[in-house]
T-cell receptor
Framework: ETGVTQSPTHLIKTRGQQVTLRCSSQ?????VSWYQQALGQGPQFIFQ???????GRGNFPPRFSGLQFPNYSSELNVNALELDDSALYLC?????????FGPGTRLTVL | AQKVTQAQTEISVVEKEDVTLDCVYE???????LFWYKQPPSGELVFLIR??????QNEISGRYSWNFQKSTSSFNFTITASQVVDSAVYFC????????????FGTGTRLQVFP
């Protein structure tokens, strides 16, 4: 148990829809990172938030966006879903170089 | 550009065998960090080790050991006397020194340990 929780656990959407995934970080962790893990692949960095500001972004289009709230919880929003967005989405919260991953949200796009 | 290569897609061993998982990395940075994570079927990534590029000492933690060789850009992971509970996908990852939260992962090695 890392203390990082994500919701929902599983989600099924259709192409073109929008989705919001949520992450609740460990108490006091002011940095949260999001990763996309396609089946059979390693996780890929989407972006990171530090104290409510985006602090680095991977090679993902603008339809992937995020938010971090004052309590350091976070959301990942994906607009105009495509079939290739089907993946496990992992969030990780960190404090002073210690990063802890949540169990992930498995998104299926039909 | 940074890159991590895990050439072994899947390894199968019988319990009590030793097994080594290979990891080769590429980076232009002089200071960087290397990591290993375990991902059981539940999906949650479990942190195993972080190593600074300036620290080339090998490390042992129980049945786990890591061999960092800067000359060959490798950071290999050995499990001694494997157990069925070691069955999982193992990922090697790399980060810049200035942001150790932004990880570049390899494609993983699936380890199956049979009784």
């Amino acid at each position: 148990e890392t203390g990082v929780t994500q919701s929902p656990t599983h989600l099924i959407k259709t192409r073109g829809q929008q989705v919001t995934l949520r992450c609740s970080s460990q108490s006091g962790h002011n940095t949260v990172s999001w990763y996309q893990q396609a089946l059979g692949q390693g996780p890929q960095f989407i972006f990171q938030y530090y104290r409510e500001e985006e602090n680095g972004r991977g090679n993902f289009p603008p339809r992937f966006s995020g938010l971090q709230f004052p309590n350091y919880s976070s959301e990942l929003n994906v607009n105009a879903l495509e079939l290739d967005d089907s993946a496990l989405y992992l969030c990780a919260s960190s404090w002073v170089n210690e990063q802890f991953f949540g169990p992930g949200t498995r998104l299926t796009v039909l | 550009a940074q890159k991590v290569t895990q050439a072994q897609t899947e390894i199968s061993v019988v319990e009590k065998e030793d097994v080594t998982l290979d990891c080769v990395y590429e980076t232009r940075d002089t200071t960087y960090y290397l990591f290993w994570y375990k991902q059981p079927p539940s999906g949650e990534l479990v942190f195993l080790i972080r190593r600074n590029s300036f620290d080339e000492q090998n490390e042992i933690s129980g049945r786990y050991s890591w061999n960092f060789q800067k000359s060959t850009s490798s950071f290999n992971f050995t499990i001694t006397a494997s157990q069925v509970v070691d069955s999982a996908v193992y990922f090697c990852a790399l980060s810049e020194a200035r942001n150790t939260d932004k990880l570049i992962f390899g494609t993983g090695t699936r380890l199956q340990v049979f009784p």
